[in-house]
């Protein structure tokens, strides 16, 4: 990997700027060969987690570290019994093990070899409710065929309900679980288990401890990187237009980053972090509080780290704001190097300063609201 892209940070100096410059040179002698050196790493809860650990089987080859809070399994979707198994546990892990060899040998996901040294973080709490803590430890017996086990780092003993763990707050843990709550208790518990600095440090070595986030994000327009040439879109589309592949992409319009001030103007000398969320209603109110409660822009801020939120509108078969985590007749690739919505986050991966120079920045003050991008009246245009 690019030293550059592996923090090249002055504030903690773990890298000679020169050498990182000059291997970038070696490297970037042709633009493409630079953005195809872009490595990250990946999150996600709920659906947005099995998103992330497709994105960790399919681009293998890419990302640095992957963490999984509630989700299932590599190919869980696509086996049978998935609105069993892929919650509630009881999945037949051999099957799931021999799935990942046939992707593998079809040529549609990168070599699973290159996961040995990955480091990975699973959480799920005991007051969860939609994903059963047995799901997840079935995702832990998969992943140990491809992992060595002191690369995997597991917690499965806390309270928390079906969301991402913190170490402070008031949303205590397990709230959500038996009873409803805030949305904002929705998504995280203080569980005193903090998920997104357990993992980043796992990924990247010590960090800095964190520090309040800048109040603003960079709203990016998905829909310029959904793909026009996957084999999946060319399916879906029929006899279609190119320019209608977005609308069977199931993503919004607009997914979001959080940019740390180091990162201004040079995010390829920054790591790249991706998240996934959960099933989420559309309201950008909603995506923002999910975006600005676990964390993850506290520690981007003081370690050089962006963080890019993509955005799922979902489709009527895999739900409202839910990615595609099972649903072939939406997407037969969903889980593959050719899924759209995967290709299309890596579109913007590999462009990200473009991404970054032509998204609008908006405030997280509420009076900035009218800043945020207004997406099509008729959202029913995203469903099949």
Request: contains cysteine; proline residues 3%; glycine residues 8%.
């Amino acid at each position: 990997p690019l030293l550059v892209q592996m923090g090249l940070l002055a504030s903690q100096r773990r890298y000679d700027w020169r050498q990182g410059l000059a291997l970038m040179l070696v490297l970037c002698s042709r633009r493409t060969a630079c953005r195809a050196a872009v490595r990250f790493t990946v999150s996600g809860q709920s659906a947005g987690g099995s998103m992330a650990m497709q994105h960790l089987f399919a681009f293998s080859s890419r990302i640095d570290g992957a963490t999984i809070a509630a989700g299932s399994a590599y190919g869980c979707g696509a086996l049978p019994h998935r609105q069993k198994h892929c919650y509630y546990g009881n999945l037949d892990v051999e099957a799931s093990i021999e799935y990942v060899y046939k992707r593998f040998a079809d040529g549609l996901i990168d070599n699973p070899e290159n996961l040995k040294q990955t480091p990975l973080v699973l959480f799920n709490g005991r007051n969860d409710y939609e994903v059963y803590v047995k799901t997840m430890r079935e995702a832990y017996e998969q992943l140990s065929a491809f992992v060595e086990a002191s690369r995997i780092e597991h917690n499965f003993r806390t309270n928390a309900a079906h969301v991402w763990s913190l170490d402070h707050g008031s949303c205590h843990c397990g709230v959500c679980g038996y009873w409803s709550a805030s949305l904002e208790c929705c998504d995280v518990n203080d569980c005193m288990y903090d998920l997104s600095g357990d993992s980043l440090r796992l990924f990247y070595g010590n960090l800095q401890p964190r520090v309040q986030a800048r109040q603003h994000l960079y709203w990016i327009d998905q829909w310029q990187y959904v793909p026009e040439d996957t084999a999946a879109a060319i399916q879906m589309m029929g006899s279609g237009g190119a320019n209608l592949t977005w609308k069977r992409s199931g993503l919004s319009q607009y997914g979001f980053a959080y940019v740390p001030a180091f990162c201004e103007g040079r995010v390829r000398q920054c790591y790249v972090h991706v998240n996934y969320h959960g099933c989420i209603y559309r309201d950008k109110l909603r995506r923002r509080l999910w975006a600005t409660s676990i964390n993850l822009n506290e520690y981007a801020e003081s370690n050089g780290i962006v963080i890019l939120y993509p955005q799922a509108a979902g489709t009527e078969r895999s739900g409202v704001g839910c990615w595609n985590w099972a649903f072939v007749d939406d997407d037969p690739y969903f889980d593959t190097r050719q899924s759209v919505q995967l290709r299309t986050v890596m579109n913007i991966i590999d462009d990200l300063p473009n991404a970054l120079h032509n998204a609008v920045k908006v405030d997280n003050a509420d009076e900035y609201l009218d800043q945020l991008p207004v997406e099509p009246a008729n959202m029913s245009a995203l469903y099949v």
